[in-house]
């Protein structure tokens, strides 16, 4: 890329109405100038979408995967690139940035391999029925900023595979990585099929209550996402919401620490803990609770703080400023209501870093437990009785995912049975894959994403119902 950013809108790559600054999140300094989408742009990229939908819908399924594929590849022809802007503008580890340009193509890859087959309900002497899916027509993708390209590819692969059409906002602190994707598929996807417009967090309203916008496909957090649920219940719109979550993860008294400790730790602070999956609470039995703390402090104070760019970063920054200064108060929080472990700390540098931080002899009660930190503390809480752990882990509006760590599948098996979540890992904690559904418990969303599940969430269903 030549540092140019552009705007794709009804097959044109174009300038935006104004401008806006991307900062690095490691150094708080500008990477980039680029294209800031005004309402005028975001009405013409819906009506781009929807004049195209009649001929996409039109294509035959082989067609469509076959656009699906190219874009794979064209994502792959440019890991590289995309990996180090994505990690220059988002601030992860390049090998987690990497990961996530690797993952972006395979749910393209993937949904060229799902089919929307009509299915035979009844073929009897007195009716044939079949069950067929239909596309919605212009669907409105709006991506956070913690996996700008992964949680993108949740959603317009299987859009497109759907015969629907689709306007993607990117968030603001975060679109360069977007911009370069679709600068990439400018030619590989028919004009109108995709279009990406940037905003600075001001378009939202326009887009999700657009009435030419049949279904919006929405990720980020809880308070966001009521919003959202307001503007299309007054049009009756299709919708998926994938919010926040407060993910307890349960350590079972058979579990050996030192075994479990690097997969909790894993699960708890990946992306600097920036993630709606990520474990953000852990109950460990009394008996282990000093032997768990120490195992994960080890962990704690030996990742490696920094640049994602710089070899050995384990744990990067923040990845803006909002944010980072919501973390703090969850912090200050740990340091009022818990003892700390290890880290505890606000590195005095540039850039929006905090230390990884383990805190124990926290209660339910204290903001750091009951709410949604997305960063770099985790609680460790002990409790005596596992219905009693099982009962606190459940105690939340939230119900996005759970694990169990247990050295005995069959008891960890009976346990995540009895958790309220949308996913239970065991021994894990938030493992993605195309083919695997997500779909949020309680409070943490609405409708399903990813899989086959996530396809049908695009389509309308049409009976027909024959007599014979």
Known sequence: ??????LLIGGKLVDGDSTMNVLNPATETRIATCPRGSARQLNEAVAA????????????????RRVLVRVADAVESRREEMARLLTSEQGKPLGEAQGEVDLTAAFFRHAALLNLDPKILEDSDARRVELHRRPLGVIAGIIPWNFPLMIMAFKVPLALLAGNTIVVKPA?????ATLMFGALIATIVPAGVVNIVTDANDLGNVLTSHPDVAKVAFTGSSATGLKVLGNVAKSMKRFTL??????????LQD????????GIFQGAFFNSGQVCLALKRLYVHESQYDEMCEELGKLARDAVLGDGLQQGTVVGP????MQYEKVKTYLNDAHANGKIVAG???PDRPGYFIQPTIVKDMEEGTKLVDEEQFGPILPVLKYKTLDEAIARANASEYGLGASVWSSDRTRAKEVALKLEAGTVFINKHADIAPHIP?????GSGLGVEIGEEGLLEYTQVQVLNEAL
């Open 344 to 346: 505890g700390n606000v």
């Open 255 to 262: 579990a050996i620490p030192k075994d479990v400790a690097p």
């Open 242 to 251: 994938e919010l926040g979550g407060n993910d307890p993860g349960i350590v």
């Open 1 to 6: 890329m030549s540092g140019e950013y552009k």
């Open 49 to 64: 979408a929807k004049k195209a939908f009649p001929k996409w819908a039109a294509t035959t399924m082989d067609e469509r």
């Open 438 to 442: 997500q779909a949020g418990a309680k």
């Open 318 to 321: 923040l990845q803006n400023a």
């Open 172 to 176: 603001a602190t975060t679109p360069l």
